[in-house]
């Protein structure tokens, strides 16, 4: 089981980013994924997440108009789409998938992708 998280970066506030996570086939059929953040001596924070097969979204108040989730089924891959980048965005970013396909429990993650939003 593997997820992979990339695209991160370094952005100016109001910018934007696209985060991509990439799934083994077994990894991802049929199981809802989600986004989370981590900043440096903070909590792990949930982000947002998709269902299986994508009918359904949820999003932390804080990137709710901001962030958009989206999964390429075909392609095994989940995005979260970053726009109206704020400082208080930078932090590690993990997908994660869902025991089910969409629920709040997650039991596979992947390594994280920094992103850092200067003022």
């Known amino acids: 089981v593997q997820l992979q998280a990339s695209g991160g970066g370094l952005v100016q506030a109001g910018g934007s980013l696209r985060l991509s996570c990439t799934a083994s086939?077994?990894?991802?059929?049929?199981?809802?994924m989600g986004w989370f953040r981590q900043a440096p001596g903070k909590e792990r924070d949930f982000v947002a997440r998709i269902s299986w097969p994508g009918r359904r979204t949820l999003y932390a108040d804080f990137v709710k108009g901001r962030f958009t989730i989206s999964r390429d089924n075909l392609k095994n891959m989940v995005y979260l789409q970053m726009n109206s980048l704020k400082p208080e965005d930078t932090a590690v970013y993990y997908c994660?998938?869902?025991?089910?396909?969409?629920?709040?429990?997650?039991?596979?993650w992947g390594q994280g992708t920094q992103v850092t939003v200067s003022s």
């Open positions: 994660a998938r869902n025991t089910q396909d969409w629920g709040s429990k997650y039991d596979y």
């Open positions: 086939g077994r990894t991802f059929s049929r199981y809802g």
